[in-house]
């Protein structure tokens, strides 16, 4: 009886839904359980998917490329004894289509929505910088839900974050700095690589230039640092990805050149050529 009795609360446990506390007034939370929900029919609205089953997940996940619709559920709770407002952001928000926020009582009362789209016009004042920001206030243990409506164009991942004001402002300041020192680092390879060449003529150096350019300019894309520090979104800031088409032609260039390979290794300068054959097409295409 005891058994049954431990595995009937297992169970349930199991069952029960994530809730994030907050106990300070300052946090940052980058580490949290929530729940999904695909929408493989691409028809579920708000008001179906508040009875229906989530899965447990991680505040961090990638779903793949097949998933272009999906549902999150975020269970909050303020365990202080003072008024807290929460900031939660959802990273590289810029890549996706759609966002919707609903926030939802303890008593089920919808009490607040927003749309986000990424790919309009009101991009810029929709987000900040990369990151979707919604803002929800707590009062001392009270319970709400925040439910978020997510479409991608392709590849479907997400990655939410709760912050208190102060750690909101932070993050937002410092959370690219890494990405773009790669870039500036990479860039400054390039430029130094294209002066030798102007001096020198030696196409390797041009070839290699160009390499590390495109290079650049897919990691500043991919990162969001092109969202984040210039405000780029759209269907614009998607064409910095292709770039990442264009550095294996380069790379395959400057290898040929480097090494002669159309005199000394037949066999690799033809593989070369097939690689950048097939790049060029599918970039075209």
Do not use: C
């Not at 049954?4 to 300070?24: G, K, R, T, W, Y």
């Not at 929530?34 to 708000?46: A, V």
């Not at 319970?143 to 991942?157: G, R």
């Not at 480097?258 to 070369?272: A, G, N, S, V």
Request: aromatic residues 16%; glycine residues 2%; without cysteine.
């Amino acid at each position: 009886m005891r058994l049954f009795i431990l595995f009937l609360s297992l169970i349930s446990l199991s069952l029960a839904e994530p809730i994030v506390n907050i106990n300070s007034d300052k946090f940052s939370i980058t580490d949290f359980k929530l729940s999904y929900l695909i929408d493989n029919t691409h028809k579920l609205k708000f008001e179906d998917i508040k009875t229906m089953q989530f899965e447990q997940g991680q505040n961090k996940d990638s779903l793949g490329v097949k998933v272009k619709n999906v549902w999150i559920k975020i269970k909050l709770f303020n365990a202080t004894t003072k008024e807290q407002t929460l900031f939660l952001h959802q990273d590289l928000a810029f890549k996706f289509t759609s966002l919707e926020y609903f926030e939802v009582d303890q008593n089920d009362k919808l009490i607040k929505e927003q749309a986000i789209i990424p790919y309009s016009p009101q991009a810029k004042e929709q987000l900040n910088g990369a990151d979707a920001i919604f803002a929800i206030t707590l009062n001392p243990d009270e319970y709400k839900t925040i439910y978020v409506h997510q479409k991608t164009p392709a590849y479907h991942f997400y990655n939410f974050l709760i912050y208190s004001q102060k750690e909101s402002v932070r993050h937002l300041i410092y959370e690219k700095v890494d990405a773009v020192l790669i870039s500036g680092l990479l860039l400054a390879l390039a430029i130094y690589n294209l002066l030798i060449f102007i001096s020198s003529r030696y196409k390797e150096y041009l070839y290699y230039s160009l390499y590390l350019m495109s290079s650049t300019l897919w990691i500043f894309y991919i990162y969001g640092s092109l969202a984040h520090y210039f405000e780029i979104y759209g269907d614009f800031a998607v064409r910095f990805n292709f770039s990442i088409m264009l550095a294996p032609i380069f790379l395959a260039l400057f290898i040929q050149t480097i090494f002669k390979t159309k005199e000394r290794y037949k066999f690799e300068h033809k593989l070369l050529l097939s690689n950048a054959e097939v790049k060029y097409t599918s970039n075209a295409e």
